[in-house]
């Protein structure tokens, strides 16, 4: 299958939606942080649409606090894909969520995207396959330039990742929370913890983290001031489309 691009499409996906968002209170109090709404919609249902727009055809959210009210919302929507969600019982960080929702995934042998359920952005997810496929690597990160100061991200002359949290650099990247997996590394995930110093860490050493640029508006919702800032930038743009 391709995308709206017309590049061939990566077909399923993970959207990590379990944390608690303490620093977006109170729009967390009764809502998961991929719930938060950017012009009257859920950050997880502009993913879902930018998803679907690239050819994803199912993704599996990892839900943690207040799943049901992501469980409810998916089940009252027309949506232009597969959605399920995966709630935990208990935290598991984002490495053990993101092992036990790739577990859902239909597509086993196929490659798997990830994606942090806070952000907001649009850009080829078939450029990023073709990217990823290109330079045979088991993962590859997006890396967007931010509105704000953020924790860099370092590469060398390949473009391979060397450090994904060195101190902000006008000049540098940063991670834009979006991840393109080959099939086995849901199995390098770790059962609970944090999936950066577990498995990110192992691939950076080895020189197997792929970083690919894009050109494109990306925010990361973290806090009220990040979301009115962000309102206020859509408002003075027309209508996105991946690029």
Request: hydrophobic share 40%.
């Amino acid at each position: 299958m391709a995308d709206a691009e017309g590049g061939a499409a990566v077909r399923q996906a993970v959207v990590l939606a379990g944390g608690l968002g303490r620093r977006l209170r109170p729009l967390t109090h009764d809502r998961p942080k991929a719930m938060v709404e950017v012009q009257g919609t859920p950050i997880l249902r502009h993913q879902i649409d930018w998803f679907a727009e690239c050819g994803v055809e199912h993704i599996t959210v990892s839900a943690g606090h207040l799943a049901a009210v992501i469980i409810d919302y998916l089940g009252s929507q027309e949506l232009p894909l597969r959605a399920d969600v995966v709630a935990e019982d208990r935290p598991l960080g984002r490495g053990g969520g993101l092992k036990r929702a790739a577990r859902a995934l239909p597509y086993p042998d196929e490659p798997w995207l990830a994606a942090y359920g806070d952000i907001w952005t649009r850009f080829s997810l078939s450029g990023m396959r073709a990217h990823h496929v290109r330079h045979a690597m088991p993962a590859t990160v997006a890396l967007a330039r931010p509105s704000a100061p953020r924790a860099s991200v370092e590469c060398d002359e390949r473009g391979r990742v060397t450090a994904l949290g060195s101190a902000w650099s006008p000049h540098r990247r940063v991670n834009a929370g979006v991840y393109l997996f080959s099939p086995d590394v849901a199995g390098l995930l770790p059962d609970e913890g944090d999936h950066v110093h577990s498995t990110l860490a192992p691939l950076i050493r080895s020189r197997q983290l792929m970083g690919y640029p894009v050109n494109v508006p990306w925010w990361a919702v973290n806090t009220p001031q990040d979301l009115a800032e962000l309102e206020r930038a859509l408002a003075r743009r027309q209508p996105m489309h991946p690029a």
